[in-house]
């Protein structure tokens, strides 16, 4: 034991004399070469993808508009209740019927006055009124030949407090919630969309390296075969046979390359940048993170819960009953006769010019078969009673929605686990067929095949941790955890991405 000691002691003494060092990494050699270390890219996580849809997609950023249309909307439904300022100037020439020997006369008025309307029903007027010529003011008489005016107009049942333009303001105060609907509907989406489209980039990339890895060993042993036929220790045929599985595993590659360049396509249609979409770089490729475990039972009913009023679809079929209210409130306004009084003052000038101030009125009118308010009203009330069961229907669909991402995680993750176990046997089929083969106990077709047969397990245990991980997109989706916009995020980029040429 110490004679063996001694030798490693005398053994290591003689490596440093000759100069033998440790083996260093390259930033360690760019460090003592006083360069730039050369970092290795940060993965492209999903996190990233999705800040990265929520800054700069132009789909998010054009559902943001629909928050300037629903102020649009509203200020177009207020504008029914904006007072206006009115000049009036009218002037008539007449003979007096009393000395009709005179000369023509002159006379009319000029009125100043701001004309307003309420959401009640209430009309009414406030100015003053300046006499022109031989016009005589019967009532509210101020200095000379000036009146003031006021008026007023109020309906007592049909059009109070709810009419045509005070339901039209009330949907328009609609629009800013139905316009958060869609935003986050929009949201939703395009986060499910990125989500299944960067997994399945992951997943191509994963194949083609197993694809290329394969490539590689069958080139590998079409030399070997090939030096081995010209010794003559293997047959000729056996150099043809390795050399079709090159061309085989080559055109598989190239296949898998396409899918590459397919998926890489579509994923940068999620990243956005200067008004253009980039590709990501094959160096950001990440590895598939952990299965994690299912949530608790609780917390999945309490996931349900929320769904049922965070998912945009509910929250839409909601203001849409409540438009439908609004209308069918309004339909039954109408269902009233209409009782209006107005107390306002004369507006025309021949009626002024002979004395008339105020006139005052009361007015009574009422449809005899009320068929269209009555058809107003039917038609809101079946809009109704739909929306009740489509409101059933859309809970119940969130409830299906987050059964159904559940069950795709747990079979997910089965999947995962028998595809890893079967990938572990091919591997082992694979070395015992190749050490056999390495004592001419078995030929290239038996070795090829192993490893197809390998390459075909690696394949599916990549494409089950790829499902897994889209089902637990599906689940975030099912349970409205992105319908809400969080605060803003910055992507990090480490590493510029490519844009599209």
Known sequence: MYGLRAVCLILGVCLVLAGFSPPVSAAERAAEKGGAVV??????TLEEILAWVDRSHPLLKGAGAEKIMARGKLLKALGAFEPNVVNDSEIERFISSSDPTKSLQTAGFNDTFVDFQTPSGFKGLAGFRRAIGNARIPDLTIGDNQQILVGAQLPLLKGLLINPA???????ELADPRADVQIAQTRQDLFLAAASQYWDWVGVWKLADVHRRALKVAEDRFKQVEARAKAGAVAPLDVVEANQEVQRRKEALIAATRLVEQEQYKLSLFLWERDGPMTPAAERVPEFPKAIDLPPAEQVRADKVNAKTARPEIRAVAIDAQINNIDLELAKNNLLPSLDVDATPARSPEKF??????????????????RKSRGEVLEAQGKADRFVLLQRYREQQVVVDVDNAL??????????????????????????ERFRF???ATSVLFVNLRERNTVDSEAQYIRAQADYHRALAQYQWAVGTWAKSPESAIPVNYKPLRPIQ
């Open 438 to 440: 390495s004592l001419g």
């Open 166 to 172: 005070s339901a039209e303001m009330q949907r328009s």
């Open 39 to 44: 970092l290795p890219p940060i993965p492209l």
């Open 353 to 370: 010019v002979l004395g008339l101030g105020y006139k005052f009125g009361v007015e009574f009118r009422m449809p005899i078969l009320q």
């Open 407 to 432: 069950s795709a995680i747990e079979r997910a993750k089965e999947r995962i686990t028998a595809a890893f176990q079967s990938l572990q046997l091919a591997r082992t089929l694979e070395e015992g």
